[in-house]
C-alpha cells in the first residue's frame, strides 16, 4: 500500500539555521504531495503542496519540490525562526472516493532562540 | 472565520461508557473524516463522508461509529470505549475529494479511557 516515510527527529536547530526535513513516499499512480503543520495545541494546517512532477510548492519562506525520480519531496527553509516550532507531517493522497491523506509519522521541530 | 469545530478538547472516561465527540465545519464541505494520531504512527483514517448519509470506513474503524445527517456535523461515536482508544483525534473537511484538495483539520481531541 501507499506510505510516507520521513525522518522522525527531534530535530533542534538554532535561529536562523538551515532546515531539511526528508520526506520520501510509496504509492502507484500520480500522488498530490503536501506538508502539514501543527503547531502545539493545535490541529494541523497546510503548509504547502505540489500537485505534479517538479512542482515546486511554498509557504512562509518554506519549500519543497515534487522529485518523481526519486519519489521525495523533502521540506526546506534557509532561516528557522523560533516561531517555526512545530511538528511537521508529509502526506499525500491520490484522491478517489475516500479523500485520504497517507501521513509519515511527523518529525518534531524545535528552534532556539 | 472558516473552521473545523471539535468538543469537547479533552475528555477522560471509563471503559464501556459510550461517549460522543462532535465535529462541525461552517465551509459547506462535502468530504468530512476522522482521523486518529498516535506516538510513531502518525494519523491514520478512521470513518471518511463523501456527503450527507454516506459514509464508508478507513484504515482502522474497529471500535467506532460515525453518522453524517447534516452536512455540516460529523460526530465520533464511541459505543464501548476501550483503553486501545486513548489517543488524540481530529477531524477534517475538504470542498471535495480531488487529489489536491487542501484539508482543514479541527484542534483536537484528547481522549483518554481508563
Known amino acids: 500500500g501507499d506510505s510516507v516515510t520521513q525522518m522522525e527527529g527531534p530535530v533542534t536547530l538554532s535561529e536562523e539555521a538551515f532546515l531539511t526535513i526528508n520526506c520520501t513516499y510509496t504509492a502507484t499512480g500520480y500522488p498530490s504531495l503536501f506538508w502539514y503543520v501543527q503547531y502545539p495545541g493545535e490541529g494541523l494546517q497546510l503548509l504547502l503542496k505540489a500537485t505534479k512532477a517538479d512542482d515546486k510548492g511554498s509557504n512562509k519562506g518554506f519549500e519543497a519540490t515534487y522529485r518523481k525520480e526519486t519519489t521525495s519531496f523533502h521540506l526546506e527553509k534557509g532561516s528557522v525562526q523560533v516561531s517555526d516550532s512545530a511538528v511537521y507531517f508529509c502526506a499525500l493522497n491520490k484522491g478517489g472516493s475516500n479523500y485520504k491523506l497517507t501521513f509519515g509519522k511527523g518529525t518534531l521541530l524545535t528552534v532556539n532562540p | 472565520e472558516a473552521q473545523v469545530t471539535q468538543n469537547p478538547r479533552y475528555l477522560i472516561t471509563v471503559t464501556g461508557k459510550k461517549l460522543t465527540v462532535t465535529c462541525s465545519q461552517n465551509m459547506n464541505h462535502e468530504y468530512m473524516s476522522w482521523y486518529r494520531q498516535d506516538p510513531g504512527l502518525g494519523l491514520r483514517q478512521i470513518y471518511y463522508?463523501?456527503?450527507?448519509?454516506?459514509?464508508d470506513k478507513g484504515d482502522v474503524p474497529e471500535g467506532y461509529k460515525v453518522s453524517r445527517k447534516e452536512k455540516r456535523n460529523f460526530p465520533l461515536i464511541l459505543e464501548s470505549p476501550s483503553p486501545n482508544q486513548t489517543s488524540l483525534y481530529f477531524c477534517a473537511s475538504s470542498f471535495r475529494g480531488g487529489s489536491n484538495t487542501e484539508a482543514f483539520f479541527g484542534q483536537g481531541t484528547r481522549l483518554t479511557v481508563v
Open positions: 463522508s463523501m456527503n450527507v448519509e454516506v459514509t
